[in-house]
């Protein structure tokens, strides 16, 4: 997707918006626990998480997150805030883009108090919050994905409550020539005033805008948050990893007027099992601690496969634009990222004939012949044939090594290589593979793939 798509989708959610943000005001609005942060990752980023939320945490900061969840998850925070106030959340995100939440807040006991009775010895009553939601969220296009939500709504306060009813929207989106680079947008809580009592309440409606910037040591988050006639709320947020499964975290937020704003969080990563701390500052009210449990389950799920349409190369591509059958280095570069594109949106032929047209402008130590032949490795490789792939990655793998060429495109080939070993059955070879790409690379699915492939060889060793 486009940059200037991009901003006129933003633009086009803020506009909408526009009327439901002017209503109410911040603190002034009930069921304002909607406002909390959720789970301890996203507390130890300061809350900047609208862009990162693929995971069992979407419901709570943007729904679109749930077109992006690679296996099955369920998460479990515990909240013990300031003043004895205590909060649990429980998050389910499933691979095929549905999710549900419950979010639940209690002020404990309270002492009854009257004008004519201020000891207070007329008993005590309780105050609870209580939402619960489902959503779902989907990839409509290679980088963008968009996502709803429906919640109920309840608080109790000494035997008077009321229910509400409130939905959330939201958009999350890549930059194919950005690497690493994602942005979110959310809309929540748009709903009915609710009755409470004799009156009539406005839902606390936010509008979030987020962006983040990964790689394979860490990340950085940014955010915006706007909460009716609130003035707008920023949040910043850090987290590295240091050593293999350790990740710690510092963020920073303008959510409340109290406090420095200031969190520090550390977690625990392995393939199905996390655990998450953070710790938050909030001034005179002293500090709130949270503490959330992560399970994962199931295979990771494949990239969606949209419709191909008929492929018919451009006039530009067709014909080179110096004499003689070579391109110059910039068609190149287009044609490759071209083929790069289509094999990204699973259209193996199509970007097999995109790079039919470059192999005649390609030396044989460039970079952009080993980028080339790692593509036809995955190509061939999705077509099902294997031992052609596995020619092309070690092509590529030679002249990597030959031009010194280390990280992301070492990686992929070695990546391939692995693959095409295990599809072979030759499983420690594959391991080796593996491991050599999430050294040079480190993500997620690769970690996933190592640690996997180890469980099995382990097992077959029994």
């Not at 009539?200 to 706007?226: A, H, M, N, Q």
């Not at 014909?319 to 110059?328: C, K, Q, T």
């Not at 699973?346 to 192999?359: F, M, N």
Request: with cysteine; hydrophobic share 40%.
């Amino acid at each position: 997707m486009k940059l200037t798509t991009l901003l006129t989708a933003t633009l086009l959610l803020l506009v909408a918006s526009g009327r439901a943000l002017a209503e109410g005001s911040a603190g002034a609005s009930s069921f304002d626990f909607l406002m909390l942060d959720a789970n301890a990752r996203a507390v130890g980023l300061g809350g900047a998480y609208t862009s990162l939320a693929c995971d069992a945490n979407a419901l709570n900061y943007n729904p679109a997150g749930l077109g992006c969840v690679k296996r099955n998850e369920a998460t479990f925070m515990h909240n013990q805030y300031a003043e004895g106030i205590g909060q649990e959340y429980l998050g389910l995100a499933l691979k095929q883009g549905f999710g549900a939440q419950l979010n639940y807040l209690r002020f404990g006991s309270i002492t009854r108090t009257t004008y004519s009775s201020p000891d207070g010895n007329l008993g005590d009553f309780n105050v609870t919050d209580t939402a619960f939601g489902v959503g779902y969220g989907k990839q409509v296009r290679e980088a963008f994905r968009l996502g709803g939500a429906i919640k109920i709504l309840r608080e109790s306060n000494d035997g008077t409550s009321a229910t509400g009813y409130a939905a959330d929207l939201g958009a999350i989106a890549t930059l194919a020539n950005w690497e690493g680079v994602q942005f979110g947008a959310a809309l929540q809580n748009l709903g009915p005033s609710v009755r409470y009592g004799s009156t009539s309440e406005k839902l606390p409606r936010i509008i979030r805008l987020g962006s983040s910037y990964s790689r394979s040591i860490g990340l950085v988050s940014f955010d915006i948050t706007k909460e009716g006639s609130d003035k707008l709320r920023f949040a910043l947020g850090a987290e590295v990893e240091p050593i293999t499964m350790l990740l710690l975290r510092l963020g920073f937020n303008t959510k409340s007027d109290t406090g420095a704003g200031i969190a520090v969080g550390v977690g625990w990563k392995g393939q199905n099992f996390s655990v998450d701390y953070a710790l938050s500052l909030l001034g005179d009210l002293g500090m709130a601690n949270r503490m959330s449990v992560t399970y994962r389950w199931g295979d990771v799920v494949a990239p969606p496969s949209f419709e191909p349409r008929e492929y018919k190369p451009r006039n530009r591509y067709s014909a080179p634009s110096i004499s003689g059958d070579r391109l110059s280095k910039n068609e190149v570069d287009m044609l490759i990222l071209k083929a790069r594109k289509l094999v990204a949106a699973r259209k193996y032929v199509p970007a097999q004939d995109i790079l039919k047209e470059v192999d005649n402008s390609l030396v044989e130590m460039d970079l952009r012949r080993a980028d080339y032949l790692e593509i036809l490795g995955r190509v061939n490789f999705e077509l099902g044939k294997v031992e052609q792939a596995r020619q092309y990655y070690s092509e590529s793998l030679n002249i990597g090594m030959g031009l010194g060429i280390v990280g992301r495109e070492a990686a992929k080939s070695y990546e391939g290589m692995g693959r095409c070993l295990q599809a072979q059955g030759d499983k420690a070879g594959a391991l080796e593979y593996y491991s050599k790409a999430y050294e040079l690379e480190r993500t997620p699915e690769r970690k996933i793939q190592v640690e996997s492939l180890q469980k099995q060889l382990e097992d077959s060793l029994r």
